[in-house]
T-cell receptor, first 115, second 116 residues
Framework: NAGVMQNPRHLVRRRGQEARLRCSPM?????VYWYRQLPEEGLKFMVY????????ESGMPKERFSAEFPKEGPSILRIQQVVRGDSAAYFC?????????????FGDGTRLSIL | AQTVTQSQPEMSVQEAETVTLSCTYD???????LFWYKQPPSRQMILVIR??????QNATENRFSVNFQKAAKSFSLKISDSQLGDAAMYFC???FGKGGSEKLVFGKGTKLTVNP
């Protein structure tokens, strides 16, 4: 049973480019969470999605960042016009349905580097 | 807003000895979960142990146990018989128990070094 799959593992972009990070949840999981980890920091919540719905985006920056979890395919975290401060590790986690009393399972993260 | 505080940026322990990592949190909720996650240099986030706030009994997973003091809002992790493979960053995390967003709120972490 495959775990949470994130790709790419490493992503390098130049300032002003777009970054797309992908996350496939564990089989049977319908909830996806995105977290960002800046150097020497803990993980900070960004957004919580179900299939075709954003449940909580209170941690998402107001501009340049967006997330989706379509009916088919992986969840995508999209960062437009990247800046140096976007350099971080981005983690995806998944869980079964809401209130399922199951812990979140994390992917290995995508390390985004901005040149 | 909920906050999680880990007051020890770094800790070290001798192999085979016991070490305790501290965590305090702030919430007005009564129903919640607490977690300890381990992040080795590979950067994976590995769940170490989980505690439901409604349970008075402290959770235990092999060499890992917690001291959950609900009134004091304290949730420390004890690692017994420390092994070299325990060296990692350890993050304490809080999660609401019911309804709404089930996001995790993390502390800043404690870097654990295990000396041979």
């Amino acid at each position: 049973n495959a775990g949470v799959m994130q790709n790419p593992r490493h992503l390098v972009r130049r300032r002003g480019q777009e970054a797309r990070l992908r996350c496939s949840p564990m089989k049977g999981h319908s909830h996806v969470y995105w977290y960002r980890q800046l150097p020497e920091e803990g993980l900070k919540f960004m957004v919580y999605l179900q299939k075709e719905n954003i449940i909580d985006e209170s941690g998402m920056p107001k501009e340049r960042f967006s997330a989706e979890f379509p009916k088919e395919g992986p969840s995508i975290l999209r960062i437009q016009q990247v800046v140096r401060g976007d350099s971080a590790a981005y983690f995806c986690a998944s869980s079964p349905m809401q209130g399922s009393n199951q812990p979140q399972h994390f992917g290995d993260g995508t390390r985004l580097s901005i040149l | 807003a909920q906050t999680v505080t880990q007051s020890q940026p770094e800790m070290s322990v001798q192999e085979a000895e016991t070490v305790t990592l501290s965590c305090t949190y702030d919430t007005s909720e009564s129903d919640y979960y607490l977690f300890w996650y381990k992040q080795p240099p590979s950067r994976q986030m590995i769940l170490v142990i989980r505690q439901e706030a409604y349970k008075q009994q402290n959770a235990t997973e092999n060499r890992f146990s917690v001291n959950f003091q609900k009134a004091a809002k304290s949730f420390s992790l004890k690692i017994s018989d420390s092994q070299l493979g325990d060296a990692a960053m350890y993050f304490c995390a809080f999660q609401f128990g019911k309804g709404g967003s089930e996001k995790l709120v993390f502390g800043k972490g404690t870097k654990l070094t295990v000396n041979p």
